[in-house]
């Protein structure tokens, strides 16, 4: 689609899909690209991303210096850390000039990226192959209902945030269902008697406490039947396709930081439950002795 037919759903659309909606932006992606420092004489190979709309959306929250590009600067670009240092022998380039092609771009920004990456709005009749969505809490049907008739069914769509926030938050709160277990147990052994059966309605409260904070997948993830086990086994088998392409091909710069995120977050659980047992072996030590 173009930037015009994307400006054209967006004017015509529903109240509901611009509260669920928050933003959206269209983008695509071609690989080497040379992009020059005229001044030094240096040149890189860079991933080039054309992009209609807001730039943070491709890259969130990676930008150090300057600003995004905005649809009314034609002439500004954005470059990765790594693409800055290999022409500029720095990371501070911001309103220094680099050539593509025929065109000469300011840099107005550079983002946190290891790889080589050149970042420019696309002109207005140019189409885009790619949209990435913001729309928190919502679940990718409902997306997909909103954004009817701008995008074409048979098109693929990815949406795996909700999906590994939830790992990453069944991950991150594992110790505490290790320890509720002897806290529950100590309670009750302090407890009068008389009190004691307060002890496993303190444990089904922190159950029920823990799934609420720890299990929040969206709708998609959710089967119409429970007993529907075949929605399981192929949720199973489509997600963990789609886990180890991205882990071998991340496809955007988001996906790369999802994926190192859900890596931080396995590695501090590893380190969290080493610790809870620690202590747990300390107390039943403790006991034995």
């Given amino acids: 689609m173009t930037r015009k037919q994307a400006a054209a759903f967006w004017e015509s659309a529903s109240d509901h ?4 909606i928050r933003d959206f932006t269209l983008f695509k992606e071609s690989g080497g690209k040379i992009l020059r420092n005229p001044d030094l004489n240096r040149e890189s190979k860079v991933k080039l991303i054309e992009t209609a709309g807001n730039m943070n959306l491709v890259t969130p929250d990676r930008l150090v210096s300057g600003t995004y590009v905005t649809d009314s600067d034609p002439g500004g670009c954005i470059l990765s850390r790594k693409t800055a240092d290999s022409l500029f022998g720095s990371c501070q380039a911001t309103g220094e000039q680099v050539a593509l092609g025929k065109k000469t771009y300011l840099v107005r920004g550079i983002v946190d990226l290891d790889s080589q990456l050149c970042m420019i709005q696309g ?18 049907s409902v997306v997909r209902q909103r954004l009817a008739g701008m995008i074409m069914e048979e098109k693929g769509w990815i949406s ?3 999906l590994y926030l939830g790992i990453g938050r069944i991950l991150l709160y594992l110790p505490l269902w290790l320890l509720l277990f002897p806290t529950v147990g100590r309670i009750r052994k302090r407890l009068p008697e008389m009190f004691r059966f307060l002890a ?4 089904f409260a922190g159950v029920c406490a823990l799934l609420l904070i720890s299990l929040h997948f969206s709708d998609d993830y959710v089967p119409s039947a429970w007993s529907d086990f075949s929605f399981w086994t192929q949720l199973f088998k489509d997600k963990w396709t789609a886990f180890l ?3 071998n091909h991340p496809l955007y710069a988001a996906d790369s930081r999802m994926l190192g995120s859900l890596a931080g977050i396995l590695g501090t659980t590893i380190v969290n439950i080493m610790i809870v047992f620690k202590i747990l072996r300390f107390e039943i030590e403790k006991k034995l002795t």
Avoid: H, N, Q, W
Avoid at 123 to 138: H, M, N, Q, S, W
Avoid at 200 to 203: L, S, Y
């Fill in 200 to 203: 496993p309605v303190a444990g």
């Fill in 123 to 140: 002109g207005k009749e140019k189409t885009y192959d790619c949209i990435r969505v913001e729309a928190p809490g919502i679940p990718l």
């Fill in 160 to 162: 795996e945030c909700d």
């Fill in 17 to 20: 899909a611009k509260r669920e």
């Fill in 245 to 247: 392409s991205l882990l």
